[in-house]
């Protein structure tokens, strides 16, 4: 009886060490990869500071270009008489304008693919919802601008038809082409939040 009682004490000991060790892996696993979890997202998050540094730089740069280019824009069409020969530089203007817009898409490319996920490191989160409302913003005040400076090309030519047929008319009139958008055609919302941060030029 004894020799059976030490048989089957042994064995759960056995039992015992076995399950504790297994446990003790586990435990242990999971804190590494808690560990390295948390070390990859510190590493990510420090990376989102660092590109939105670059894009909100970039973001300023646009803001002061996009005040010369509406100041411009307000001297070239004070006069329908004198449009067609300052059409070349505000055309060359508003093309610069839309690229510094691709440009600012570009540089933050990396908030765009990690953006998508809310992180541990609230600084990060911040940083990632200032991104999506700076960039619809932008995006959206340039459609605005758009808009506004072809509305007022469309003046300009229907100007043209009366100006040109007139029996007093000393100089004809060419019609101007209205401004391309090669990219941003449609307002966005980026952050799917049901609103068009922009769309009103604000």
Same mark, same amino acid.
């Given at each position: 009886?004894? #020799?059976?009682? &030490?048989?089957?004490? %042994?064995?759960?000991?056995?039992?015992?060490?076995?399950?504790?060790?297994?446990?003790?892996?586990?435990?242990?696993?999971?804190?590494?990869?808690?560990?390295?979890?948390?070390? *990859?997202?510190?590493?990510?998050?420090?990376?989102?500071?660092?590109? $939105?540094?670059?894009? $909100?730089?970039?973001?300023?740069?646009?803001?002061?270009? #996009?005040?010369?280019?509406?100041?411009?824009?307000?001297?070239?069409?004070?006069?329908?008489?004198?449009?067609?020969? /300052?059409?070349?530089?505000?055309?060359? /203007?508003?093309?610069?304008? *839309?690229?510094?817009?691709?440009?600012?898409?570009?540089?933050? %490319?990396? &908030?765009?693919?990690?953006?998508?996920? #809310?992180?541990?490191?609230?600084?990060?989160?911040?940083?990632?919802?200032?991104?999506?409302?700076?960039?619809?913003?932008?995006?959206?005040?340039?459609?605005?601008?758009?808009?506004?400076?072809? %509305?007022?090309?469309?003046?300009?030519?229907?100007?043209?038809?009366? *100006?040109?047929?007139?029996?007093?008319?000393?100089?004809?009139?060419? /019609? &101007?082409?209205?401004? /391309?958008?090669?990219?941003?055609?449609?307002?966005?919302?980026?952050?799917?939040?049901?609103?068009? &941060?922009? #769309?009103?030029?604000?």
């Amino acid at each position: 009886m004894k #020799r059976q009682y &030490l048989r089957l004490f %042994s064995f759960l000991i056995g039992i015992t060490f076995i399950i504790s060790g297994v446990l003790f892996t586990l435990v242990n696993n999971y804190k590494q990869d808690k560990k390295k979890k948390i070390d *990859e997202e510190k590493l990510i998050a420090d990376e989102i500071g660092n590109v $939105y540094q670059t894009f $909100y730089d970039k973001e300023k740069s646009l803001s002061t270009f #996009r005040d010369e280019v509406i100041n411009e824009f307000k001297s070239f069409s004070v006069f329908f008489t004198t449009m067609p020969d /300052k059409y070349a530089n505000i055309a060359s /203007k508003i093309e610069n304008y *839309e690229k510094n817009i691709t440009e600012i898409e570009d540089i933050s %490319s990396y &908030l765009k693919d990690k953006c998508t996920q #809310r992180y541990s490191v609230l600084e990060a989160n911040d940083k990632c919802d200032a991104y999506y409302i700076n960039l619809e913003k932008s995006i959206n005040i340039f459609i605005a601008d758009m808009e506004l400076f072809n %509305s007022k090309i469309k003046e300009y030519n229907k100007w043209t038809e009366t *100006e040109n047929s007139s029996a007093i008319a000393t100089k004809k009139y060419d /019609k &101007l082409e209205e401004f /391309k958008v090669k990219k941003y055609t449609e307002y966005v919302d980026l952050n799917d939040d049901g609103t068009y &941060l922009g #769309r009103n030029n604000e």
